[in-house]
């Protein structure tokens, strides 16, 4: 179940400021509130065939509802964010943070 698998790793990296701090140091990246957006939008979250067919109808609501309250919050974020200091102090990334703790707690119901 690679995309499930993938779907709570980011999940947990986006609901965790510790980890977005470890992410930090342990990969040469010059920006990692950009990689964040990136790894969800770009990478991730694509209704593919084979995407849907890794959840259940619960969780690729689930899914959609982080997705469109993440993107609601992309522009807020993107303007002025120079860093994770920074993005963590924001109030819109501390939303999205919690969305994705919320989105997490669906998607680990069925986990074995």
């Not at 982080?66 to 120079?82: G, M, P, Q, T, V």
């Amino acid at each position: 179940m690679p995309f499930h698998n993938s779907a709570i790793e980011i999940l947990e990296l986006i609901a965790s400021y510790q980890a977005q701090r470890d992410y930090e140091k342990n990969v040469a990246i010059a920006n990692v509130p950009a990689e964040l957006v990136c790894m969800w939008f770009d990478d991730f979250y694509h209704l593919t065939p084979a995407f849907k067919a890794e959840f259940t109808e619960k969780e690729l609501n689930a899914l959609s509802c982080f997705n469109e309250f993440y993107d609601s919050r992309f522009e807020k974020l993107s303007k002025s964010i120079e860093g994770l200091d920074e993005l963590h102090k924001n109030k819109y990334w501390k939303e999205v943070s919690e969305k994705a703790k919320d989105t997490l707690l669906i998607l680990k119901e069925n986990k074995v």
